[in-house]
């Protein structure tokens, strides 16, 4: 067994993100000569059917490990016992919250080399290669590893999910002793985060909203402009501290730094720390009632007025443009 990949999956189904990483690993332990394994960690709804059909996706074998899903820190324990076990070479992981805190902790455990944010995975003399874009996504570096595991974390939805239709997957029992600090931690709830599936970093279109918007349901206004123009939404920090929108979509000094094609800001005063965070962007259009705002001094179009009558308008002339 060449690859060991986490398959994240919440009542019943598998994360989207988590089958890509599934595929993917499968279709690289094919070049590499070797085969992919995937590792779930859960309760009585992991049926032989529901972690045999992983095997569509293309892995020959599924381990699977009784214990608290959608935690991090048990997954570290089974996965270090699997790899160590059985030798794996590689551990992949989709993106996503999860997959970052379990990849970042496995590697912590095992000593290992880790690759964050990886959009693409190669093999080159017989070893994998990971892609991981650097400097704002304007250059990207090859990733090899001296040491095993190679620990690859991918950027969410980096990998597409492929079924194979290669049939059901061999499901071995894990037995595992989790690590007293493992298991104090307890799922109490489970809530769908808005835009939580978006990376904003890949956005061509970003429709970033501020306090301007004047509630959490303004942001409809920026969903609905996003939506028209293919585009993500992102968020300043004033919102995300009054729980307007995710920190996941947060623009600036302590959230993402990105650089769209466009970047409209929408009620956004332009302070100094968000601007750091979008001023790369190739066309910056800021929708504010005050025309002394600062984020016209650094904006490629400005509109001045109330963004409640701009935005629909814009949202209805862009889906009129679109046919
Ligand atoms: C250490 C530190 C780190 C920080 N990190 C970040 C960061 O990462 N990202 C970030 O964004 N901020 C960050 N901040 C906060 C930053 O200083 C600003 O407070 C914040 O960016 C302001 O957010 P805003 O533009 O949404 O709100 P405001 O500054 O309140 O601006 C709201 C704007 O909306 C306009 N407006 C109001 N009503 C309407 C309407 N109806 N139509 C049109 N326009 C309207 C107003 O004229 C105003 O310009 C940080 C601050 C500190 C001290």
């Known amino acids: 067994m060449s690859i060991l990949v986490y398959a994240l999956h919440y009542e019943g189904e598998f994360n989207k993100n988590s089958l890509g990483a599934v595929s993917e690993g499968a279709k690289l332990a094919k070049e590499l000569g070797g085969e992919a394994a995937a590792v779930v960690v859960g309760g009585d709804d992991l049926t032989d059917e529901l972690c045999g059909s992983l095997g569509n996706y293309g892995v020959s074998k599924v381990y699977r490990v009784k214990g608290p ?32 805190e379990i990849g970042a902790g496995l590697t912590a455990r095992l000593d290992a080399g880790v690759t964050m944010e990886v959009t693409a995975v190669r093999v080159e003399d017989g070893q994998l290669v990971a ?4 400097l704002q996504d304007s ?25 194979s239709g ?22 109490v709830e489970r809530g769908e985060q808005r835009g939580a599936d978006v990376n904003i970093e890949d956005a061509d279109v970003l429709v970033a909203g501020g306090r301007g918007l004047g509630n959490a349901e303004g942001f409809e206004l920026c969903e609905s402009l996003a939506d028209a123009l293919g585009g993500a939404v ?11 929108y995710p920190y ?38 800021a929708i504010n009632k ?3 705002a600062p984020i016209f001094e650094f904006s490629d179009l400005g509109i001045v007025g109330d963004l409640n009558k701009i935005m629909p308008k814009l949202t209805e002339a862009v889906k009129a443009k679109k046919g």
């Not at 250059?139 to 492929?162: K, T």
């Not at 992102?234 to 307007?244: I, K, L, Y």
């Open 234 to 244: 992102a968020a300043t920090r004033a919102v995300v501290d009054a729980g307007w």
């Open 166 to 187: 290669e049939g059901a997957a061999a499901v071995e029992d894990v037995d595992v002793s989790f690590e007293e600090h493992s298991t104090k931690a307890t799922m």
């Open 131 to 134: 892609e991981r874009p650097i």
């Open 248 to 285: 996941a979509a947060q623009i600036g000094q302590t959230g993402k730094t990105v650089a769209p094609k466009l970047y409209v800001a929408a009620g956004i005063s332009g302070a100094i720390q968000h601007k750091v965070g979008m001023q790369s962007s190739e066309n910056i259009v």
């Open 139 to 163: 250059q990207i570096v090859d990733v090899g590893y001296v040491g095993e595991p190679g620990i690859i974390i991918g950027r969410l939805n980096a990998f597409d999910a492929a079924e």
């Open 69 to 100: 899903e959608g935690l991090a820190q048990p997954v570290v324990d089974a996965m270090a016992k699997v790899v160590s076990d059985n030798g794996f070479k590689y551990a992949l992981f989709g993106g996503g919250l999860l997959g970052f």
């Open 290 to 292: 005050d025309p002394n």
